[in-house]
């Protein structure tokens, strides 16, 4: 993984070692089984044609240097999501991991311009960003779906 982790992921994986290892220390093999459904879903499915019909402000977030999920795929969902606001981070894939303060104001930034009565204490990763909009009213009314695609 250490030799080819840049190639995978893009980002600052491709120049830090210390992530690959940090992010390796997360990462367990479930199942072949489980692993060729989730290559069949890349092939047989898309969300394309229900993006128009999203109806709440929508965070589109993107590595510019992503070799996974090109950014491209992050611009066409913004155009395609009526209230969305696209931003793009210096990174690769695992931007959240490799980015997770950077992401996290980006994310709280997003909340607090479109959620009225939002309050957040300063958080420091995606997840807890997460956890303070869950325990909002807003983030009630939101629901968990909402938030996923908020960081996804």
Known sequence: MGRIAGDI?????RNSPELVQKHMRHVRWSSDYGYY????AFVGWTSLPWLPFLPQPTLVMA???????????????AKLIPDSQMVTLDDGHLFLL?????????ITEFLGNNYSGTRFA????PYECM?????????????LSSMIRLIV
Do not use: H
Not at 122 to 125: A, I, K, M
């Open 37 to 40: 459904l989730q290559l069949m």
């Open 9 to 13: 992921y893009g980002g600052r994986m």
């Open 63 to 77: 590595g510019s240097d992503d070799p996974i999920v090109p950014l491209v795929n992050g611009r066409i969902m």
């Open 122 to 125: 300063t958080v420091s990763t």
């Open 98 to 106: 490799t980015s997770a303060q950077e992401s996290a104001r980006l």
């Open 131 to 143: 956890l303070a909009f869950a325990s909002t009213e807003s983030g009630a009314q939101v629901g």
